[in-house]
């Protein structure tokens, strides 16, 4: 799809309009001049489409970190219109509400857009108390059975101490038509507790996120950003969660640190992490529970299956962190997605029927050897400490029929690229699919080349066609085809404004399940 909004991206431009334009729907000219001070600081995002509708986002924070994690809004309710058009200057609106902003939900909005036609670029943007948003640009999944050409970018883990999140705005430049975001999108930790390659390049809120007003502070903190302001406005996202946006290396009902109360934590984060993402209604928390695994369909020719690889996990064996000789690996009650979820996968998988079926998940799925040598040392948290709940994944995307099974992969905060083998101490066995693990945003800083270390790393997992620890992001371009990965590489977040060229181009032939240059 064509890629038409300079105008959004720039800094200014139509991103604040002082005034509706004359042809704009009579509803957003009401209201008379702007009272009080900006609402819309967080900015506008779109996530979720479908074929024929698209969630909208914002939340109100005149004052971002105001105490209360109330924005500064108090506990008074406040009307907000929307509308949204076929053309960046409203000359054509299409469809158009009002909602109601309330402190129960962190003055956040969730329109639900429905009426739309399939496989089209649309605008959209908020009023209140008389201020106008920031325009956001958001896209409808085409119509079932078209194999029309998509882009799709993939990002996770972005650290605010560690780094600018100039990642962000170079993937918006790139013009996707859906971001897929893997996890780690905002950091739990307390101010300086986590240290980065470059150190400390900026301050998180006070104190380790353990309420509900602590979590919605970090969220502000964090959609302060105006790089991931960008971001957001420049395409529809497609999000789920890892462990920071609780607290590291939770699962299920176990929690990662020996602080109380994380049946009340899980609650807040939860909320907040609803209250601040464009999910559908269906998603809203209840209690300790929200759904998150979901499927978009693209098409005919792609379906994204959204999983959750926290929610429903057993604990990590053998203390979660990188080991060798651990038994408890093999164990087959051990569970990344939980029965119920992969019950489901099966289900979405076999009802596809797309041309590229795409996983979007958290923790690194293809066996990861990081000892030199004949010892087998591999991390806990993730799928190697699961090898039976692996076979059990394997298994579904074997039988499922899918045809070309892709697995998008964040967490480990480097670039990977890898064939999915059936036996990993095969390597002729049979191709189950392929894993594009997409490395940080900007946490652990800057990064580094050393180029021997990942080729030392990939000759010992020669399954591995591409390793690197910079930051970065993923841009996809799937066609009937092929699929096209392009990793793309900043050489510092320390400073602001590093571009991000591509460092490399794997390609995924239709039907071949392998990775090639």
Known sequence: MAFTRRHVLAAGGLAV???????????????????????????????????????????????????DGLGGLGSRAVAVEWQVAEDARFRRVVRSGTVTARASGGFAVHVTATGLRPGCEYFYRFRASGHLSPVGRTLTAPAPGSLTPMTFAAASCAHYEHGYFTAYRRLAELGPDLVVHLGDYMYEYAPGSYSGANGKVRTHTEGKCQTLTDYRRRHAQYKSDPDLQTAHAAAPWAVVWDDHELEDNWTGSVPGSSVPGFTA?????????????????????????????????????????LLDTRQYRTDQPCDDWLRTGCSARNDPSGRVLGAAQLSWLAGSLRASGARWDVLGQQIFLAQRDMALGPALK????????????????????????????????GDVHTAFAADLLRD??????????????????????????????????RAENPHFAHADQRRGFLLGRLTPEALTADFHTLERVSRRGAPAPRTIRLTVPDLSRTLSR
């Open 265 to 305: 934590r899980k609650r807040a984060s939860m909320r907040a992490y609803y209250e601040n993402m464009p999910l559908r209604v269906a998603a809203r928390p209840s209690g300790t529970r929200m759904r998150l695994y979901r499927r978009l369909p693209w098409g005919a020719l792609a379906t994204f299956h």
């Open 17 to 67: 309009l002082g005034a509706a334009p004359a042809s704009a729907s009579p509803a957003l000219l009401r209201g008379g001049a702007a009272d009080g001070p900006d609402p819309f600081r967080l900015g506008v995002a779109s996530g979720d489409p479908d074929a024929g509708s698209v969630v909208l986002w914002t939340r109100l924070a005149p004052r971002p970190l105001a105490p």
């Open 424 to 457: 990993f101490a095969d390597p002729s066995s049979a191709r189950v699919g392929v894993e594009l693990v997409t490395t940080s945003i900007a946490s652990d800083g800057d990064g580094y080349r050393d180029h021997a270390m990942m080729a030392a790393l």
């Open 378 to 409: 591999v991390g806990m948290d993730s799928w190697d400490g699961y090898t039976a709940d692996r076979d059990r994944l394997f298994t579904t995307l074997l039988d499922s029929g899918a045809r070309n099974p892709v697995v998008l992969t």
